[in-house]
């Protein structure tokens, strides 16, 4: 990953990873980070829905567990790699162009799906045109992130859920799990490990590499899909690439 990150083009983003999370998360982020390697060439936007002085507090206990920076998220600041980003208290945070965006509460107006800061967030990954991203849903009370996290699985993001079991409060990964039925679920600890093995799905190797790649897997993808046909009689070539590439895997 060290070695793309210095030949990709400066003016892109770098694939993003959106966490969201709410009571009893900030244990689950610090497993995640202490788990997780500083030099993936990813950058982590974290949107949660703790207290104001949690969430105060998160930077520096976060800043502990990882030697990537770890900072308070600006309006406008394009995402870097190897790098995270928190929310601040009291506004909404959204992605758009490989940027932070962030608006005061009081402006927003509520949809008849995205109604909650964590699924407006996870919302504006889903529909920004960046193909390298990742959603991670950790601890948390209610319903809120569910519907986003939903919309990033529909938009061929990759998702990733805390075990409900795990989670010191899982009522929001358990929502979550029933509504993305493709998810890696796994305990906060795993779930760093599985984000890099999958990391394929999300970062850019070498143009001619890649297209070595493609072409290998698209011949082996299409025998697997004919082997399951002759050998069950599903046929499963209407599903997406994507989703179908990290189940064979």
Do not use: W
């Amino acid at each position: 990953m060290q070695t793309t990150q210095g030949t990709r083009d400066a003016r892109r983003a770098p694939p993003l990873v959106a966490i969201v999370g709410s009571a009893g998360c900030r244990q689950s982020l610090e497993m995640l980070f202490r788990n997780l390697p500083n030099d993936s060439g990813m950058a982590f936007v974290i949107c949660t829905r703790l207290g104001s002085r949690q969430l105060n507090a998160l930077p520096n206990i976060l800043q502990k567990r990882t030697a990537m920076p770890v900072v308070v998220a600006a309006d406008g600041v394009p995402l870097q790699a190897d790098r995270v980003y928190v929310a601040p208290v009291a506004v909404q945070l959204t992605v758009e162009k490989g940027a932070v965006r962030l608006q005061s509460l009081d402006q927003l107006a509520d949809t008849d799906q995205f109604n909650g800061p964590l699924d407006r967030f996870l919302a504006s990954l889903a529909e920004t045109d960046q193909q390298e991203r990742a959603a991670i849903l950790l601890s948390g009370t209610g319903s809120d992130g569910t519907a986003g996290l939903a919309a990033v699985e529909a938009a061929g993001g990759l998702v990733l859920i805390q075990d409900p079991e795990e989670a010191a409060h899982g009522a929001m990964p358990r929502r979550a799990v029933a509504a993305c039925p493709n998810a890696t679920v796994a305990t906060a600890g795993e779930l760093a490990r599985r984000l890099i093995q999958q990391q394929g799905d999300l970062v850019d190797g070498p143009p001619i590499a890649r297209a070595e790649v493609a072409e290998s897997f698209d011949d082996l993808y299409t025998a697997i899909l004919d082997q399951v046909n002759l050998h069950t009689g599903h046929d499963l070539r209407h599903y997406k690439v994507s989703t179908m590439r990290r189940r064979i895997a």
